[in-house]
């Protein structure tokens, strides 16, 4: 691979951004495809550039079904979980979701709860969660869980994730409590957002301990993760 191509995957990778490198196998020429197109020394063709979007768009590596001789290899960010709220769900949850492979980060301006000892091993934010948000980004292979329970907290990180590239978003709260977020998100002009919103949030297992709870919160995002977010949108 060309020192060029490299550096422009180390570049992606930093920046959190999805990239496919598609090679000729016959001769090694190579190219870019990201989100503005195709740029190298190897031309696509039509038919063949919309595949290779397509495998950029699901984050995987095949040969082009338009083209034999030709290979695409995809380089995707990690999987990410933002979690607003140092609370005891999140104490489980974040380890949860680091064994299952995310990048993890907690955020809560309240150092007595976003701490070492309660989070160990775990990547935390004392910033309020728009500035934390705003600096760490909002892409496609990131999720976010409002779990503080406290409007100052959560209302500010879903004004930002609603119209962003976010794959999950999720609050916790009763459904009164999500209806009074609703009036508050549509105040703000995000009313035809609200819709992405899981909201009681995690799949209905049943459970009610914090732990049980997180297992819920996680295998919800991983199934919107693989299978799509099947909440109707509109609120």
């Known amino acids: 691979m060309k020192a060029a191509t490299l550096a422009r995957i ?15 196998l016959a001769d090694g ?20 550039a919309a595949d290779a979007a397509a495998l950029l ?4 590596s095949a040969g082009l079904a338009a ?47 976003a701490s070492p000892e309660r989070f160990p091993g775990v990547q935390l934010s004392d ?25 100052k907290l959560d ?12 794959f999950y978003i999720g609050a916790l709260g009763s459904r009164r409590t999500h209806e009074k977020r609703l009036e508050r998100l549509r ?7 609200t819709g992405r919103i899981h909201s009681p949030i995690g799949l209905d297992l049943g459970g009610r301990a914090p732990a049980e709870i997180a297992v819920s919160i996680l295998a919800e ?6 299978r799509g977010d099947r909440v109707e949108t509109g609120a």
Do not use: K, N
């Not at 180390?10 to 000729?24: F, G, I, K, S």
């Not at 910033?127 to 329970?149: F, I, K, M, N, Q």
């Open 127 to 151: 910033e309020w969660p728009d500035e934390a948000l705003a600096r760490l980004g909002l892409d496609a292979a990131t999720a976010l869980v409002a779990l503080s329970h406290d409007p």
């Open 221 to 226: 995002v991983i199934q919107v993760r693989y």
């Open 29 to 48: 020429a190579q190219c870019v495809v990201d989100a503005a197109g195709c740029s190298g020394d190897l031309a696509l063709a039509p038919e063949q």
């Open 187 to 193: 105040a703000a002009g995000l009313g035809d957002l």
């Open 57 to 60: 768009a699901a984050g995987r």
């Open 10 to 24: 180390a570049r992606a990778q930093q920046q959190r951004e999805a990239l496919l490198v598609v090679t000729r």
């Open 155 to 166: 209302d500010p990180a879903l004004e930002l994730a609603l119209p962003s590239a976010l």
């Open 67 to 113: 083209a034999a001789g030709l290979f695409a290899r995809a380089y995707v960010p990690a999987p990410r979980l933002l979690i607003v709220g140092a609370v005891h769900i999140a104490q489980a949850l974040a380890s949860m979701a680091a064994a299952a492979g995310f990048e993890v980060v907690v955020i809560d301006p309240r150092g007595a709860f």
